[in-house]
């Protein structure tokens, strides 16, 4: 009986590891190469400029916040229209 709980013990927590390795999420696929780096970078500036103007600036700057704003997000559409018109290198 003693020797019965340690064996039974061993064999739940074999269990228990492969329960988990059948449960864990596949592996990512590695990620694939940008083919335009400068646009791309361009668009996380500009992702970034959104952000801080939205959330870090209190103040509406007598209406060219909104101004701003809205010039960034036509830039963003127009550098992704960019990224699908050129296509790949």
């Known amino acids: 009986m003693v020797r019965a709980l340690p064996q039974f013990l061993a064999?739940?927590?074999?269990?228990?590891?492969?329960?988990?390795?059948?449960?864990?999420?596949p592996p990512m696929a590695p990620p694939v190469a940008n083919p335009?780096?400068?646009i791309a970078a361009a668009q996380a500036h500009i992702g970034r400029a959104i952000y801080i103007l939205k959330y870090r600036t209190g103040?509406?700057?007598?209406g060219h916040k909104a101004a701003a704003l809205?010039?960034?997000?036509?830039?963003?559409?127009?550098?992704?229209?960019?990224?699908?018109?050129a296509g790949p290198p």
């Open 11 to 25: 064999g739940a927590l074999c269990a228990a590891v492969l329960a988990g390795c059948a449960m864990a999420p």
């Open 36 to 38: 335009h780096p400068a």
């Open 59 to 62: 103040h509406d700057f007598a």
């Open 70 to 85: 809205r010039f960034l997000q036509g830039a963003n559409r127009q550098l992704h229209e960019a990224m699908i018109d």
